[in-house]
Structure formats: C-alpha cells, structure tokens
C-alpha cells in the first residue's frame, strides 16, 4: 500500500485553489477510481491517464487505484489535472521518486499517446499557486510563456509526461515530439488603432464620446441608419488610457479563461472591445454553461467597452442580465455545481434606430411604423436600463463634404489628463473614475450651496429624474470640470450634464 502525492488547481471563477492530488495504490484487483466531485471531463481523465502512462513506456501498475482530489468538497471541472493525476499515480507505484513532486503543481492535458496539451486558465491558476507558497511548476510547454507572466512563479515546460517522469528519476526513453499547438485565439480587429478623425460631422455624439471616455461613463446613441454610430463606439478604446498593471493582470486572467488569450503577446495592455451580435444568448454575455460558468462578453469587456449594436433587437432577457454588473461591477454566477464570480466593469455602448425602419427623423415624415412598433421596439431598452446610462444622446444624418475632426490622440491627451485629475481626487478611495463614484460622495463635495443643483431639484420633483439620475448627473458635472480644468463643478457643467441625461438635446 504505496501513497503518491503533487499539487493541482480547481479554478473557481477567476480564484484559485491549490488541491492536493493522492493516489494511493492497493494490493486488490485493478481498479482506478476517482474522487473529489470531479465533473464529467475531469472524470474521463482515468482513461486518458492509462493510455498516457503505457504510450511514454511506462508500466501501469495493476492494483487498485484510488485519486482523491482535496478538498473533497470543492468542485473541480477541466482536463488541467490529467498532469497531476498521471504523476501521482506513478509516484504511488515508485515509477519515479515519490518525495520530488510533493511541492510541485502540475497542469496540463494529456493525450493518448502521452503528449502534453495546453489548458485554459493557466496564469490565474499560477497566480494563485505563487500566492499560496507553491512557486515550482510545470505546465504543457505551449502554456509555459503564459506561466512564465506571473512573477516568482519558477515554471518548467514540458512537451510529453515521459519528460515529466524522466524529469523525476523514471527510467524512460523521451521522445522528440513537437510541443501541442495552442488553440488558436481568434483575432479582432485593432479597434485601438481606429482613429475618431475618420467620423465626418456628428460634434455632439464625438463631444460626449469624449465625455465618456474621460469619467468611464455609459453611453446610448440613437439615429438613423449610417449616422456612424458603430463608427463611433469602436473608436471609444481608442481614446482610453492603457491597462494599470494590476488592472493588464486581471483582464488577462479573464480571458485566459476563456480561452481567448494569445501568450505570446504578453499582457492584454490595452482596454478590451466586445461586440456581441443581436442573437447573443444570455449565457454568451454574462457567461454560463454546464458545470463551473465560464466567463461572457460583458467579462471579457472588463476595463473596456461592451459594445451593443442595434440595442433594441437583443433580448429581453439579455438587456436585463446587465443590470447587475453595470451598478456593482461584478458578475456572480449561481450554479448546481458551484459560485463563480468574474469582474464586470465595463463601459455599455448602446446604439439604436429611432424606431424599427429607422427613419423616424425630424418630423418622421418618411417613417412606415405603427406608434405601437415604435413603443415596442424601444420598450426593449426598459427605464431601469436606461437610469443607469448616464450619457444619451440622438445622432443626425452627417452632410456631405464636413471637415475632419481631431484625431483620436489628441483627445485621448485630454482624456488622460482628466483621468488623472480624477485619479488624484479618489486618492485613498477605491474608486478610479467619476463613473464609479457614488453619489452620496460627490454631494458633499458640492458644499452646502444648493443653488448649484436647483436644475436637478426641479426634475426630481417632476419625476423626469430618478435620485439614481441625479447622482449620474453629478458624475457627469464632475467629469465635465475635469476635461475643463476646474477643481470643482459649476453650474453650467450641472445644467449640461443634465442635458446630456435627455436623448435629443444633443451635448
């Protein structure tokens, strides 16, 4: 009765947790057992892990074999710990020494002739090995960059489990095998390297862009068809300020895991862009699926912007989902198998027709569509939606031959030095942008003085404003002042902010 033992990790949303892999190996007829609430690809592992183990020339002990995966009580879903499992087992059958991977994490896939595939999920699961004292890893060598970005991390790669054993002391010929290709990372168009001076006219939807980039404020467009309102929000990231390290660290561990990361690039640096058709599911943006949830667009958007075209044509249901993140940044995903949570601060564009056709412009004269297709349609987008857009405006059709406007760096300049005119009033604090601020700690900085916010007690006594719109308004005032040099608002940044709450009015 012979004990093997190494480390692994169960991903549970973005955390980590380092789970111990035993295998104890029993004088008894052959069996191979595995325990732990593993989910049904971690429970195939057992097949994959005998036909790796006589594929690199290694004898599989035949006794009765039984894995435990601890703690017992955690979930763990994923190929990742076919690595483990395969060296546990040997150490258990003193194939190898049986003290070397005790303090050793092991990650990877194996594949039936015993070549290591990459994972998903590498640098958060690193991140919080390091974290918990266990620096010495090895991954597929395919993962071994993405590894090698956690610091104090010591990472070994390997292209087969007969170079891990070798590694460990087995007698085994190794074999020259190319390392397994990483999936391959579908590539979006370089949204940052769109410049605004392409966008011809439209000074009001390009003033607000502005705006929202400078305070992280959500934003709705609404026009009539080539207005360029999808020209204008995939030109947002551009005019953002990069990634802080922490926050390059985070949005690279999202989408790590979900798949959509190319470690030879490095860190994701820049803010994010996701753009999800119409037909998106709720479980595609906000994220789901069988087992632990995976990661949506709304988390792969974290420090960026979400995208929304055609707003009104998505479902119901997904407009809904978005609530949540958008008032607290966060995303907790509840499942039989397990609670995940993923980070959600994104910036929301949406964009709409004026009503179905969309050519209900100006006196609508050239409209087709029923009032009732109109309430409808823009029903979709439901008031507590909308509360939480802070900035609206209404596009119209661009003349012919208009001017250029400023290029994206020279915005993105003015945007920089409002961020960090933020950044140096929410010193202490844990928020970043105006976008993220709460109301309550705006009004005291306003002083006693309510005149400068009389505007904002009239509409809240006609009810054109919720108490939730009045504190977006301040958000606004304040990010206005910051692109204008002020310490503080005035009245005037109020009173056009509020403007800024009322599709039609223009910025």
Wanted: proline share 7%; aromatic share 4%; hydrophobic share 45%.
């Amino acid at each position: 009765m012979v004990l093997g033992r190494t480390l692994g990790v169960a991903l549970v949303g973005l955390t980590g947790h380092v789970v111990d892999v035993e295998a104890h190996l029993a004088p008894s007829l052959p069996a191979f057992t595995l325990v732990g609430l593993p989910d049904a690809s971690l429970a195939e592992s057992r097949d994959r892990v005998r036909a790796a183990v006589t594929s690199s020339g290694l004898a599989w002990p035949n006794r009765r074999i039984t894995v435990n995966l601890s703690p017992a009580t955690l979930p763990k879903s994923g190929s990742g710990f076919d690595l483990a499992i395969a060296v546990a087992t040997l150490a258990g059958a003193e194939a190898i020494d049986s003290a070397a991977p005790r303090g050793v994490v092991h990650l990877g896939e194996l594949g039936l002739d015993g070549r290591l595939r990459p994972v998903r999920g590498v640098l958060p699961a690193v991140a919080a090995a390091v974290a918990a004292g266990w620096c010495r890893v090895v991954v597929a060598e395919a993962n071994a960059a993405e590894a090698r970005l956690v610091p104090g991390a010591q990472v070994v790669g390997a292209t087969s489990l007969a170079e891990v054993a070798a590694g460990y002391g087995a007698t085994v010929d190794v074999p020259e095998v190319a390392p397994v290709a990483p999936e391959a990372v579908p590539r979006t168009p370089g949204v940052s390297a769109l410049d605004l001076a392409d966008v011809v006219g439209q000074d009001d939807a390009r003033a607000c862009l502005e705006v929202a980039a400078a305070g992280g404020h959500h934003l709705l467009m609404v026009g009539p068809p080539g207005t360029g309102k999808t020209m204008l929000a995939a030109r947002l990231p551009g005019l953002l300020p990069d990634l802080s390290e922490a926050d390059a660290v985070e949005v690279t561990a999202v989408h790590s895991v979900a798949g959509a990361f190319d470690p030879g690039d490095g860190l994701l640096r820049r803010p994010p862009f996701e753009d999800p058709h119409h037909t998106a599911t709720p479980a595609s943006v906000v994220g789901g699926g069988s087992g632990v949830p995976r990661p949506g667009a709304a988390s792969r958007a974290h420090r960026g912007v979400l995208f929304l075209d055609e707003a009104p044509e998505f479902s119901t249901a997904v407009l809904q989902t978005l609530r949540q993140p958008l008032e607290h940044g966060e995303l907790v995903l509840h499942r039989a198998a397990g609670t995940a949570r993923y980070p959600a601060r994104f910036q929301l564009v949406l964009a709409a027709n004026p009503c179905p056709c969309g050519q209900a412009v100006g006196k609508g004269l050239a409209c087709t569509c029923r009032s009732e297709q109109r309430r409808r349609y823009f029903g979709k987008l439901s008031g507590p939606l909308l509360d939480r857009v802070d900035l609206q405006v209404e596009l119209s059709p661009a003349r012919a031959g208009g001017g250029a406007g400023e290029s994206s760096a020279v915005v993105a300049a003015r945007v920089l030095d409002a961020r960090a005119a933020q950044a140096l009033r929410l010193v202490g604090t844990p928020w970043r942008t105006n976008g993220d601020v709460p109301g309550s700690w705006l009004r005291e900085r306003l002083g006693p003085d309510r005149s400068l916010v009389a505007d904002l007690d009239r509409a809240l006594d006609r009810g054109t404003l919720s108490l939730r719109g009045v504190d977006r308004v301040l958000r606004v005032a304040w990010t206005l002042a910051d692109l204008a040099g002020r310490a503080a608002p005035v009245r005037a940044d109020v009173g056009r902010a509020l403007l800024l709450r009322t599709r039609g009015n223009g910025a």
